[in-house]
């Protein structure tokens, strides 16, 4: 069994940049795909990030594509989500998730575990 511990959120100010980073245990890391996914007050959880399990292959959302970007490192059992240019609609609590496969996946059913999560507040 994989444990994910997310950190990096807290609060900032509307078009500045955060980097998450989640640090994974208990399995083989480099096997898997990981996510990124948020879920705002009152709204469904979304996808924000995938990235392969070789690192090469990664997928944003609509409403991130072009300010964020996903990565890992797989030597230390390590994946960062960077988000730039952060607005007040990017408030959420941000989960990291490991795959149950190697290529890139959108829907959270394809994730089979999950970090408690990461507050980020993004103020105006």
């Known amino acids: 069994q994989v444990q994910l511990v997310e950190s990096g959120g807290g609060l900032v100010q509307a078009g500045g940049s955060l980097r998450l980073t989640c640090a994974a245990s208990?399995?083989?890391?480099?096997?898997?795909?990981m996510g990124w996914f948020r879920q705002a007050p009152g709204k469904e959880r979304e996808f924000v990030a995938s990235?392969?399990?070789?690192?090469?292959?990664?997928s944003y959302a609509h409403s991130v594509q072009g300010r964020c970007t996903i990565s890992r490192d797989n030597a230390k059992n390590t994946n960062y989500l960077q988000i730039n240019n952060l607005t007040p609609e990017d408030t959420a609590v941000y989960y990291c998730?490991?795959?149950?496969?190697?290529?890139?996946?959108?829907?959270?059913?394809?994730?089979?575990?999950w970090g408690q999560g990461t507050q980020v507040t993004v103020s105006s």
């Open positions: 998730a490991a795959a149950t496969v190697r290529d890139v996946m959108v829907e959270d059913t394809d994730y089979y575990t």
């Open positions: 208990g399995r083989t890391f480099s096997n898997y795909a």
């Open positions: 990235v392969s399990a070789s690192g090469l292959t990664s």
